[in-house]
């Protein structure tokens, strides 16, 4: 989550007229004896994963439908071509054998992370504008990361951080942990920068909202940036494993 500062019970989900571009508590929640919040980012990610189950079950319908009358669908063929883009990426960079195991962490991050960076085109607060969303995510490779380390590399992932000298410890262990920060915090400060800029333009220059110059910013800070950020932060995933366990 970010600071607490400006986050207010009032809370529209979508975007307003009005510069708004807090996280804002929505329902309170005893949780063992102390009050969390149900917030705006809670519920745009339960928004965002629906939509993504919806389409998913949708798209299964598509190709079994296809497989039944031989003919392939508008819907299967764009769910395909994604599904073989996707593939191919992962493995020209992994290695084929290598990539058989990561392709579905690789693919389930990369819609979610797109769905997330690119939500803001229909009005929701991105998830992945929360530092608790980025952060959760970085440190879920972070661990796939040090697992292929430690199996693969077994002793050599303690000797590395000797590496070249003992005296180079320390730094080597920083290096170690910065990766989920720098991982998290390149994702939430791009998508931040985005919201709180279209969040700017619609409180201090509403007219323009009225004759379409939005459109322009949410096609550049919503999908452009979206697709970039989502691309960096796999790219990121794929090169940091593949370091550790080697390309196959």
């Known amino acids: 989550m970010i600071p607490n500062i400006g986050i207010t019970p009032e809370m529209p989900l979508v975007a307003s007229k009005e510069a708004d571009f807090y996280i804002h508590e929505l329902y309170p929640v005893n949780f063992f004896g102390n009050t969390v919040y149900i917030t705006t980012t809670h519920v745009c990610t339960l928004i965002v994963m629906a939509a993504i189950i919806v389409f ?107 590496e070249p000298f003992p005296l180079f410890f320390p730094m080597n262990v920083i ?34 909202a009225k004759i379409g110059i939005p459109a322009f910013l949410h096609a550049y800070f919503d999908l452009f940036s979206g697709a970039i950020q989502t691309y960096v932060f796999c790219m990121l995933t794929i090169t940091f494993i593949t370091d550790k366990r080697g390309a196959e």
């Open 175 to 208: 290096s170690v942990f910065s990766t989920p920060l720098s991982m998290s915090l390149r994702l939430f400060g791009n998508i931040l920068g985005g919201t709180v800029l279209m969040a700017l333009f619609y409180g201090m220059v509403p007219i323009f």
């Open 56 to 162: 998913a079950i949708c798209a299964r319908r598509s190709f079994m439908k296809a497989e039944a009358t031989g003919k392939m669908t508008t819907l299967s063929t764009i769910t395909e071509i994604g599904i073989d883009t996707l593939t191919h990426f992962v493995t020209d960079t992994m290695g084929k054998k290598t990539a058989k195991k990561y392709i579905t962490y690789i693919g389930t991050i990369f819609i979610f992370i797109f769905v997330s960076n690119t939500s803001g085109v229909f009005g929701l607060r991105p998830p992945t504008a929360d530092y608790g969303t980025t952060l959760a995510l970085a440190l879920i490779t972070f661990f796939m990361i040090e697992y292929a380390d430690i199996r693969y590399n077994k002793w050599g992932s303690v000797k590395a951080l000797f």
